[in-house]
């Protein structure tokens, strides 16, 4: 079993930078494909960004192309770095894990954490 921790939300003004962590335990984290997803209040989870397990491909939804920096340091913990924040990322952000494939869905991912709190106003 896997278990994902993340860090590093909070309050930032409109411009402003957060750099999300997750720390990922109980399994072979190298082998696996990663993302981050969010889900605001009233609304669906969407697919943020994703990382293949070796790191060499990453993969982001449109309206975070050029601001979010999707990366994993080898070891165990994967990285969102979310810049140029608008009021509209606002929201709960999950890191999930995927043992088999790379992939933009969340019924695909097989671990999850238990979300961050990133707040952007305005």
């Known amino acids: 079993q896997v278990q994902l921790v993340e860090s590093g939300g909070g309050l930032v003004q409109t411009g402003g930078s957060l750099r999300l962590s997750c720390a990922a335990s109980?399994?072979?984290?190298?082998?696996?494909?990663m993302a981050w997803f969010r889900q605001a209040p009233g609304k669906e989870r969407e697919f943020v960004a994703a990382?293949?397990?070796?790191?060499?491909?990453t993969y982001y939804q449109d309206s975070v192309k050029g601001r979010f920096t999707i990366s994993r340091d080898g070891k165990n913990t994967v990285y969102l770095r979310l810049n140029s924040l608008k009021p509209e990322d606002t929201a709960v952000y999950y890191c999930?894990?995927?043992?088999?494939?790379?992939?933009?869905?969340?019924?695909?991912?097989?671990?999850w954490g238990q979300g961050t709190q990133v707040t952007v106003s305005s």
């Open positions: 999930a894990a995927n043992v088999r494939t790379y992939s933009v869905y969340s019924s695909t991912y097989n671990y």
């Open positions: 109980g399994g072979t984290f190298s082998m696996y494909h």
């Open positions: 990382i293949s397990g070796s790191g060499a491909t």
